[in-house]
């Protein structure tokens, strides 16, 4: 099982606002996401990561940027907050073996923008 | 457009009954299967892996792949309250591909 954090849990932010949320995760994983999920839908991928210095767009068009300095750590950030952003983010690793790609969620980061 | 399909229900089961979650994905290159378990308000939690046809048991539950047909579905034995949840099937094709998960079946069990 993944140890996966992510930071804050919940936040309510202004308009405007600089966010970055967090997520890290203590198992070596190359591969980490980032999803968006309103209430009751499906999933959406934003931003992935294959390793250091990688980072791609996911198939949900998204005003928010990744960066991968390190293995354990894939924030994101939203230079100027909307209320269209809110929505609970899911963050998630998988690692690079075998033939497994199995992903493993963190407990996610319920982002309210007034 | 590779896309995994299911019922989004509700499916209302007894509590002591078999619940039977079903799902069909559309790209044949498809390699690998999963089924996640997500609680209102909660991440995602992955439950069962499956990569070859048949069947896969672990405890009350049992994944059975079929590639010729593009199925997989989830078999709960011994339906429990706790099972009520939302359930994701994904897929993907090797392991540097991106799962695809689809929009989830929400089960209900009967108390």
């Known amino acids: 099982e993944a140890d996966i954090y992510q930071t804050p849990r919940y936040l309510v932010i202004g308009t405007g606002k600089k966010i970055t949320l967090e997520c890290s995760q203590t198992?070596?994983?190359?591969?980490m996401y980032w999803y968006q999920q309103d209430p009751g839908m499906e999933l959406h991928l934003i931003h992935y990561?294959?390793?250091?210095?990688?980072?791609e767009k996911g198939d949900l068009s998204s005003e928010s940027t990744v960066s991968r300095i390190r293995t354990e750590h894939f924030p994101l950030t939203l230079e100027s907050a909307r209320p269209s952003h809110t929505s609970q983010y899911l963050c998630a690793s998988s690692p690079h073996r075998g033939n497994y790609n199995e992903q493993f969620f963190g407990p996610g980061t319920r982002l309210t923008v007034l | 457009q590779k896309e995994v399909e299911q019922n989004s229900g509700p499916l209302s089961v007894p509590e002591g009954a078999i619940a039977s979650l079903n799902c069909t994905y559309s790209d044949r290159g498809s390699q690998s299967f999963f089924w996640y378990r997500q609680y209102s308000g909660k991440s995602p939690e992955l439950i069962m892996s499956i990569y070859s046809n048949g069947d896969k048991e672990d405890g009350r539950f049992t994944a059975q792949l079929n590639k010729a047909s593009q199925y997989v579905s989830l078999l709960i034995r011994d339906s429990q309250p706790s099972d009520s949840a939302t359930y994701l099937c994904?897929?993907?094709?090797?392991?540097?591909?991106?799962?695809?998960f689809g929009k989830g079946t929400r089960l209900h069990i009967l108390p």
């Open positions: 994904a897929g993907a094709r090797n392991r540097d591909d991106k799962i695809i």
């Open positions: 990561s294959y390793g250091v210095n990688s980072t």
């Open positions: 198992m070596g994983h190359d591969k």
